[in-house]
């Protein structure tokens, strides 16, 4: 049997690592990018080499997963060596908020730079698909998990606040079933979890999955920015972030069904990501 072989940047973060599964399971040959290959920990079989290794680990390379964080400003040199190398295929991860005007991103305040990437994948001269998800679940233990800690209700502003999140497994999927996928090639797709649902609607489901009654407290947004910034959030992104908030909270959230009609199953509810990390939130 052939393998085809698939390099992955940024492996061992939220998305590489079940990439990397991901792909294993679609009988492909993986080649992970991390700045700790000997600590790496992927299943046998699975190659890992360092950034600075980064050109030969192209050569024979059919498909590569371009990371936004690890790729950052060296991506337009990622995407010259991998034409120099002849890789076949680039799929790109940015945001489904890419298209937005870049004040209204509060990732940019963290250093991402999702457009940009994705501009340089969606320019170069390979083909290329460009997978947009939602919020991830995931983020819902930076914001909540130190007070559910503490006691049964969370506190937090724009209670009404909804967002379709999404599992970084079915990120992680559908970024597989494009690298191996050619139907998918100059596609730019929005992938979101199954159903939006308010702030005040996720801290039950937590709850719930942990065991204890929760319940979400609003608060008022200008209180609450004030408490992220002094517990160390840089204040552009506090108020970058609570802008978005109410700003779109007049606006109907975004759920796409794309999941779904790539990998062929729903999309995972956030009770199921909730019940994938309970033991996270202790």
Same mark, same amino acid.
């Given at each position: 049997m052939d393998f085809i072989m698939y390099l992955v940047t940024g492996a061992t973060g939220v998305v590489g690592r079940p990439l990397v599964e991901a792909l294993l399971s679609e009988g492909a040959e993986v080649r992970a990018v991390t700045r700790a290959p000997a600590d790496a920990g992927f299943p046998e079989g699975v190659e890992t080499v360092a950034p600075e290794a980064i050109r030969s680990a192209m050569q024979g390379v059919h498909g590569l997963f371009v990371h936004p964080r690890a790729a950052g400003n060296d991506t337009e040199k990622l995407l010259r060596l991998a034409a120099d190398e002849g890789v076949r295929k680039v799929v790109v991860m940015s945001a489904i908020n890419v298209d937005d005007d870049p004040d209204h991103q509060p990732s940019r305040c963290n250093g991402d730079r999702n457009t940009e990437v994705e501009r340089a994948v969606t320019e170069s001269n390979l083909p290329w698909v460009a997978?947009? !998800?939602?919020?991830? +679940? %995931?983020?819902? *233990?930076? %914001?909540?998990?130190?007070?559910?800690? *503490?006691?049964?209700? #969370?506190?937090?502003?724009?209670?009404?606040? @909804?967002? +379709?999140? /999404?599992?970084?497994?079915?990120? @992680?999927?559908?970024? @597989?079933?494009? *690298? #191996?996928?050619?139907?998918?090639?100059?596609?730019?797709?929005?992938?979101?979890? !199954? +159903?939006? *649902?308010?702030?005040?609607? %996720?801290? !039950? /489901? /937590?709850? +719930?999955? /942990?065991?204890?009654?929760?319940r979400f407290q609003e608060v008022p947004a200008d209180l609450a920015a004030e408490a992220m910034i002094r517990n160390g959030l840089d204040e552009r992104f506090v108020r970058t972030l609570m802008a978005r908030y109410q700003r779109e909270l007049a606006r109907p959230a975004t759920v796409s069904t794309e999941v779904s009609t790539i990998v062929g199953r729903p999309a995972r509810t956030f009770a199921t990501w909730v019940a994938d990390h309970a033991g996270a939130w202790s």
């Open positions: 997978v947009r !998800p939602s919020s991830f +679940a %995931m983020n819902t *233990l930076g %914001m909540w998990r130190g007070q559910v800690a *503490l006691g049964d209700t #969370v506190r937090g502003p724009y209670a009404g606040f @909804a967002e +379709a999140v /999404i599992h970084e497994r079915d990120v @992680a999927e559908v970024i @597989a079933r494009a *690298l #191996v996928d050619d139907s998918l090639l100059g596609r730019r797709i929005p992938i979101t979890g !199954p +159903a939006a *649902l308010r702030f005040d609607e %996720m801290v !039950p /489901i /937590i709850g +719930a999955a /942990i065991g204890r009654p929760l």
